[in-house]
């Protein structure tokens, strides 16, 4: 506290010889403003220890600041993720709507994301659901082909 104090002391009385200097060397037409400019800047350096007083802190509000940022650029890449992720499933799962009724095979796919062994977001599984009892080799058919598409095994791919 009193090392504080000392340079408190140290930097309003080097503010005064600063501002006593630059007002000597200034032009008489400019000496009024910068008696007034080094006035404020003593003022200033005067009021300061007030400023701590009051828990202004701009380090805390610095790193609230900070806190708040990171939190929001957080959810925000959260909801990026979440919709890229739906946007690649409904364009997935209309696609391949499309090539079962060129192959005519009248079913809706539903395709579920899911993780790799390495971490990684994937089109895990699938679902179709057929609108006519299908045979098995419509049942290969589309299956073959959902696993050539998207890479889900077969395994994985539930068919009824």
Partial sequence: MIQKLGVWLVGVAAAGLVGSVVTAVTPEKGR??????????????????????????LPDVLADYEAALSQRIESVSA?????????????????????????????????????????????????????????????????EMIEAQTGIPLSRQRHG
């Fill in 32 to 57: 009024k403003t910068v008696k007034f400019a080094c006035g404020l800047l003593v003022v200033f350096l005067i009021l300061l220890p007030v400023r701590s007083l009051s828990g202004f802190s």
């Fill in 79 to 143: 909801g990026v993720e979440e919709n890229a992720e739906a946007i690649t499933v409904r364009t997935a799962e209309a696609f391949l709507n499309e090539k079962l009724a060129e192959m005519g095979i009248l079913a809706e796919v539903s395709l579920k994301m899911g993780t790799d062994e390495a971490g990684r977001r994937i089109l895990y599984s699938a679902s179709v659901s057929y609108e006519l009892t299908p045979d098995e080799g419509e049942i290969r058919q589309a299956g």
